[in-house]
Nanobody, 123 residues
Framework: VQLQASGGGSVQAGGSLRLSCAAS????????MGWFRQAPGKEREFVAR????????LYADSVKGRFTISRDNANNTLYLQMNGLKPEDMAVYYC?????????????????WGQGTLVTVSS
């Protein structure tokens, strides 16, 4: 499956952004989906995950209560609503797909990746 992330941009601290990830296949609903991010000089880290039917979500502690992951299987699209953005949220954000029913937070559990979209947060 091919993934195309979009929606990144520059915001001030406290602002909001909504990321989208469009999938190329109608089998989108067969994959659990996740968002990861990578800041300069740091390893890629888990942000959030949603199961195939949206019945289960998982968030990193650092974004819990501020970010919301959702998906629209009818339109093959994954979303990440980001509110209350902080300078430490600044990174390239990647969407990823996993064939596992309920994958965790490890990068290796996701086999398909989008190209990334940059989020910049100024203080």
């Amino acid at each position: 499956v091919q993934l195309q992330a979009s929606g990144g941009g520059s915001v001030q601290a406290g602002g909001s952004l909504r990321l989208s990830c469009a999938a190329s296949e109608r089998t989108f609903s067969n994959y659990a989906m996740g968002w990861f991010r990578q800041a300069p000089g740091k390893e890629r880290e888990f942000v959030a995950r949603i199961s195939r039917s949206s019945g289960s979500t998982l968030y990193a502690d650092s974004v819990k209560g501020r970010f919301t992951i959702s998906r629209d299987n009818a339109n093959n699209t994954l979303y990440l609503q980001m509110n209350g953005l902080k300078p430490e949220d600044m990174a390239v954000y990647y969407c990823a797909a996993s064939s596992a029913i309920v994958p965790g937070s490890r990068v290796g559990q996701y086999m398909y990746w989008g190209q990334g979209t940059l989020v910049t947060v100024s203080s």
